[in-house]
């Protein structure tokens, strides 16, 4: 027995690695459909868009950039995808100095790509990115176009139907920060304390405790919380408007259904390793031999 347990536990971590590699990618591949539960600031933040009335404008900020955009890019497609759907008029920026622009034009791009019969300049629009932080943040809500005098093509705002009675945030219905980082906690602490635009905000996981405080207090009126929030917000999507379940299922297209399924299971993996590596350990342990706690 206590050679058997030698030889597990000298295992070429190689593996192990394999093992976890095969965890991530096969859910990917072929996706198990976990049971996805719907909480409440998820479903705060659907009601939000779901409250505004057709033709309205929507302010969406891309406040990330590549490095987060695994969990970012999911809730901003179907944020855009709802948005477009429900006839709301979506205006999109950019804040975040590291690639922002970047995520802001792909996903624009891919999902009104979805939408033949919207038009850009009338139904949709992106603006691309501002630096600065705070500083645009504030003169937006004063004079907008002098913030953003140009689209992300470099082509002047100024005779666009979608932006022709734009002074302020006054004329959005609601703002939307798909965000990593600060920017996120500008919009609540500024744009909303005092220009009062409502926000839904969809930070990372690890940035998502802390905007709970927010959402409790009525400052945010919905909440998107990582990979997770993302999945639950694509569920109740396929269920309102069922025409986007193709768009979800097709093979290869990643989405945050499928990275929960890969995440789950690979924390089950990691569960599974740090188990049974302390029994080896007890094992070995029992046996007089020398051994390392997982």
Not at 125 to 151: H, S, W, Y
Not at 205 to 224: C, R, T
């Amino acid at each position: 027995m206590a050679g058997i347990v030698e030889k597990l536990a000298a295992i070429d971590p190689r593996i192990v690695y394999l093992v976890m590699g095969l965890a991530v990618l096969i859910p990917i591949i072929f996706p198990i459909g976990l049971r996805v539960t719907i909480t409440p600031p998820t479903q705060a933040a659907f009601d939000a868009i779901e409250k505004v009335p057709e033709g309205e404008r929507v302010l969406v900020s891309f406040d990330y950039g590549p490095s987060t955009a695994a969990e970012n890019d999911p809730m901003a497609a179907a944020i855009l995808r709802h948005c477009l759907a429900r006839n709301l008029r979506v205006v999109s920026i950019a804040l975040f100095p590291v690639g922002g622009d970047a995520v802001a034009r792909d996903q624009m791009l891919k999902v009104t790509s979805e939408f033949p019969d919207k038009k850009e300049t009338v139904d949709y629009i992106n603006l691309g990115f501002k630096d600065g932080g705070q500083a645009p943040m504030a003169r937006m809500g004063t004079n907008f176009k002098e913030v953003f005098p140009l689209d992300a093509s470099g082509r002047s705002i100024k005779d666009y139907p979608i932006l022709q009675d734009v002074k302020t945030y006054q004329e959005f219905a609601l703002g939307v920060t798909l965000s990593t980082g600060i920017i996120g906690e500008y919009w609540l602490n500024l744009v909303y304390a005092q220009f009062h635009l409502p926000i839904v905000i969809g930070p990372t996981a690890v940035s998502a405790p802390k905007f709970y405080a927010y959402l409790n207090a009525g400052q945010a009126v919905g909440l998107i919380g990582g990979l997770k929030g993302a999945s639950e917000y694509e569920k109740l999507l396929i269920e309102k408007y069922p025409q986007f379940e193709a768009a979800y299922s097709q093979a290869g297209v990643l989405t945050a259904t499928k990275g929960m399924d890969a995440q789950n299971i690979a924390h089950l993996a990691i569960v599974a390793f740090i188990v049974i590596g302390n029994v080896f350990y007890i094992l070995m342990k029992r046996s007089g031999r020398p051994g390392r706690a997982a």
